[in-house]
């Protein structure tokens, strides 16, 4: 964040929570100000960085009480698995379905919970109250009957399917956010990334392209070629050390064949294309044994643009 936001970020550090009461209280732009570099926001960053803050509820309550914005921070805070500070946002009035900013960017805080693969984070937005916003939401979910609510009896999609969001709006071109093969594709490619067999069949069925490279996704690549640990077993254990060997989405049906699993995860390593800050992509390589979903700096970067 910008050098202005220094003493207050040390102050939530350290969780002097008086020290930051008084901070915000002095200079009100430490609130209504966003910062040009990282996070946009103080609330952003505790929503960010929860696990690394001794008191981050704490935080969270100080700098909401100071008229601190609440939606991006609690769509942040979802992806994060800042489950803290999202109860803190969610009692102090937060939309949970993401509000103005939802009607803006396409985006919910379930849907982020599910693009970084946090199942338990999601369950606890669904508990709370969190809408199904489109077909790739209902995917991730692995909601068939939401799914099926999407489309009608000719198999054109209805407005519950919704467009396609990203937490990287760069990726999602005008021309296809709402286009009929694209909203499909995105749908399958979410279903495979959280490992909803029941629902990947389903959109195949319905027309998904097997092979697409749909938009919305910062790893630009198909369903049968998720970055490891994230390629689609036959059975869906999340991500672990012991990663599968990457198959033809034909073959998802199949069991795993004898030494299909590969144990010896640091000697593989995957190249994915991300979006530079010129809106062009650079490759880096990266180990399997931490996802790119899971990297922290990748998330940070999406935490970075929510305004």
């Known amino acids: 964040m910008e050098e202005r936001f220094g ?21 009100a732009e430490l609130i209504t100000r966003p910062s040009a570099v990282s996070h946009p926001s103080l609330l952003q960053f505790v ?9 981050p509820a704490g935080a ?13 921070p609690l769509v942040a805070a979802a992806g994060c698995g800042s489950f803290a500070v999202v109860d803190v946002l969610l009692d102090a009035g937060a939309d949970i379905d993401g509000g103005d900013l939802a009607a803006t960017t396409s985006w919910t805080p379930l849907d982020e919970a599910l ?3 946090n199942a338990d984070m999601a369950q606890v937005l669904l ?7 489109a077909l790739s939401t209902a995917a991730g979910l692995g909601d068939l009957g939401a799914i099926a609510a999407c489309f009608d009896a000719t198999g054109n999609l209805t407005a ?22 694209s909203v499909l594709d995105h749908a399958f490619v979410m279903a495979a990334d959280c490992g909803r067999r029941a629902a990947a069949a389903d959109l195949l069925e319905r027309g998904a392209n097997i092979d697409a490279v749909p938009p919305g996704f910062h790893w630009r690549g198909t369903a049968s070629t998720l970055p490891p640990p994230r390629v689609m077993p036959t059975s869906f254990a999340g991500c672990s050390s012991t990663v599968p060997t990457p198959r033809s989405p034909t073959a998802w049906s199949a069991p795993t064949p004898p030494g299909g699993l590969v144990t010896t995860a640091t000697t593989i390593w995957s190249t994915f294309s991300l979006p530079d800050a010129g ?13 790119h979903r899971h990297s922290r700096s990748v998330r940070q970067s999406s ?5």
């Open 279 to 291: 809106g062009g992509a650079r490759d880096i390589p990266r180990s399997v044994r931490q996802s």
């Open 7 to 27: 003493p207050a970020a040390m102050a939530i550090l350290a969780g002097n929570l008086a020290e930051l009461a008084d901070l915000v209280t002095a200079d």
């Open 115 to 117: 693009y970084w693969s």
């Open 60 to 72: 969270a309550r100080v700098l909401v009480a100071a008229g601190a914005e609440l939606q991006g």
């Open 303 to 307: 935490c970075s643009r929510r305004v």
């Open 127 to 133: 508990d709370r109250g969190a809408g199904i916003r």
């Open 160 to 181: 519950a399917a919704g467009r396609i969001g990203s937490p990287f709006a760069e990726t999602v071109p005008l021309d296809r956010a709402d286009e009929r093969q």
């Open 47 to 55: 929503a960010c960085e929860a696990a690394q803050l001794p008191d």
